[in-house]
């Protein structure tokens, strides 16, 4: 039998790329700095690379599966260019009014990145800028990690300060995320 692997669960708008709310054209697609750092150091940790993403853009008519498809081939591209990618993506076409298990805080993604991938959810963690982020990781028991910084600062930290939710580890930037979180060990 396969040993369970480690994983890296990284939300992606706000988190890996500036949220521009319903991104629908790869050309406007803009990776935060350290990003490629961050994810390289993390495979080199042994770490997989799987991104889980809410994009009800689909179920609202805003763009297609097709444009989310191009969007994450232009993110790994790009990524390439930096020794790093992202080895899977999930993500929920739902709006939240559909009810259903994927979208985040729902766990859906996220355990059916653990069960493809074989990954351990005792030495995985689950990154993002969203007080949702949080809620998903912690149900499921990961690790936690947040992004307090960027475009966003001021509404992400209040949103999270005005739920119940405390990251295991929180800083400015997705690098210094993930640097904090492997020092954890
Ligand atoms: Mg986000
Ligand atoms: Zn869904």
């Known amino acids: 039998m396969r040993s369970l692997e480690p994983a890296l669960l990284v939300d992606r708008d706000g988190t890996l790329n500036v949220d521009l709310n319903y991104l629908d054209d790869a050309d406007r697609l803009e990776i935060f700095r350290g990003v490629g750092a961050a994810l390289r150091l993390a495979r080199a940790h042994g770490f997989r690379i799987i991104c889980v993403t809410n994009q009800s853009g689909i179920a609202r008519g805003l763009y297609t599966h097709e444009q989310v498809a191009q969007i994450h081939a232009r993110l790994n591209h790009r990524l390439a260019a930096e020794g790093a990618g992202i080895d ?57 990690g947040f992004v307090s ?8 930290q209040r949103e999270l300060r005005s739920s119940d939710h405390h990251p295991d580890v929180a800083a400015d930037t997705f ?11």
């Open 88 to 144: 899977a993506f999930y993500y929920c076409p739902h709006r939240p009014e559909d009810r259903c298990p994927c979208r985040k805080p729902g766990t859906g993604l996220l355990e059916q990145a653990l069960r493809d991938h074989h990954l351990d959810p005792h030495r995985s963690a689950m990154v993002g800028d969203r007080v949702l982020d949080v809620i998903a990781g912690e149900s499921l028991g990961l690790v936690t």
């Open 149 to 156: 910084g960027g475009p966003r600062a001021e509404e992400r």
């Open 175 to 185: 690098l210094q995320v993930v640097l904090r979180l492997l020092a954890r060990g």
